[in-house]
């Protein structure tokens, strides 16, 4: 069983920048594919970013790519999402996911975190 918990997300005007951080606890990071993903208010959950288990390769969905940064410190256990030139539409809560084998660009994984409410204010 993996426990994962986020933090980072709060309140930022738009062109700004987060960081959200999410680390396990149970299990290796290592061992596991991670993602983060997002649900605005009335839309669907949808993938951001993803990173497979020994951080060598990154995933985008293209309405990130190119501002979010996907990155992984196996030694602390802990997945980061850098979040640069933020718009008003990226406000969601993000999740913070882990899957076993590679990354999926939908929603099928495993583990789940609580969740970290970012908001982008004009």
């Known amino acids: 069983q993996v426990r994962l918990v986020e933090s980072g997300g709060g309140l930022v005007q738009a062109g700004g920048s987060l960081r959200l951080s999410c680390t396990a606890f149970?299990?290796?990071?290592?061992?596991?594919?991670m993602g983060w993903l997002r649900q605005a208010p009335g839309k669907e959950r949808e993938f951001v970013a993803g990173?497979?288990?020994?951080?060598?390769?990154?995933y985008y969905a293209n309405a990130v790519n190119g501002r979010f940064t996907i990155s992984s410190d196996n030694a602390k256990n802990t997945v980061y999402l850098q979040m640069d030139s933020l718009k008003l539409e990226d406000t969601a809560v993000y999740y913070c996911a882990a899957r076993p084998g590679g990354v999926v660009t939908g929603l099928a994984y495993n583990y789940w975190g609580q969740g970290t409410q970012v908001t982008v204010s004009s």
């Open positions: 149970g299990r290796t990071l290592s061992n596991y594919a």
């Open positions: 990173i497979n288990n020994n951080g060598r390769s990154t």
